[in-house]
Every structure is written in structure tokens, then in C-alpha cells.
Nanobody
Framework: QVQLVESGGGLVQPGGSLRLSCAAS????????MGWYRQAPGLQRELVAA???????NYGDSVKGRFTISRDNAKNTVYLQMNSLKPEDTAVYYC????????????????WGQGTQVTVSS
């Protein structure tokens, strides 16, 4: 019963900062990639940022230079530091863990968090 639990969402003014956290719980043998996706009303879910187990990162074009993703492998936790927030960043942010194995022999699968609301508004 792997679960991903996000925290840190909320209301912030334009230009402000917010830090999201996502912890994977349950017995986990390994995780390949972790990342953040977001979805605004009427829009497709899009990649915000992703990070491999080795620390390589990938960012969506709209957040590059403003957001920073990091992870703590020992804690199975991924973070998203969001700076210079814009109203366009308003969305539900979802944590993702990909290539999750619960044992050495298990098949990898993906897990999603429940989402956390981020609202950027005056």
C-alpha cells in the first residue's frame, strides 16, 4: 500500500514563493523517477518538474528558472521550491512516483498523490 502524500499548497501572492513536499510511504524497494504535475481547470495535466534517482532534472518550459525540484532518496521524498509565482501557476499540483518497486522482483508501477491546491492571487 504505497501512498504519496503532498503538503505545502496554499494561497500566495504573485511574486511569492511556496515549497511543496511529497513523501512516499509504505514499504518501497526502489523508485526511479519522482516528479510534479499540475492541472488547471479546462487544461491538460502537464509536467512541472521531474527528477531521477540519480538527480537528473527536467522542467516544463513555463517554470524553468523559477522552480527547483529536489529529492531525498533516504526519505523517499520529493520537493518543489516555487519562486516568482504567477497567477498562471494556479492549479492542483500532483506528486508522481514512477518505476516504483516494492521488492527486487516486483514489476514497476506508477503512483500518484491526491493533489494539493496552489492558488496565486492578489
Amino acid at each position: 500500500q504505497v501512498q504519496l502524500v503532498e503538503s505545502g499548497g496554499g494561497l500566495v501572492q504573485p511574486g511569492g514563493s511556496l515549497r511543496l513536499s511529497c513523501a512516499a510511504s509504505g514499504y518501497i524497494f526502489s523508485i526511479n523517477d519522482m516528479g510534479w504535475y499540475r492541472q488547471a481547470p479546462g487544461l491538460q495535466r502537464e509536467l512541472v518538474a521531474a527528477i531521477t534517482r540519480g538527480g537528473s532534472t527536467n522542467y516544463g518550459d513555463s517554470v524553468k528558472g523559477r522552480f527547483t525540484i529536489s529529492r531525498d532518496n533516504a526519505k523517499n521524498t520529493v520537493y518543489l521550491q516555487m519562486n516568482s509565482l504567477k497567477p498562471e501557476d494556479t492549479a492542483v499540483y500532483y506528486c508522481n512516483a514512477e518505476g516504483v518497486r516494492v521488492s527486487r522482483a516486483s514489476l514497476p508501477r506508477a503512483y500518484w498523490g491526491q493533489g494539493t491546491q496552489v492558488t496565486v492571487s492578489s
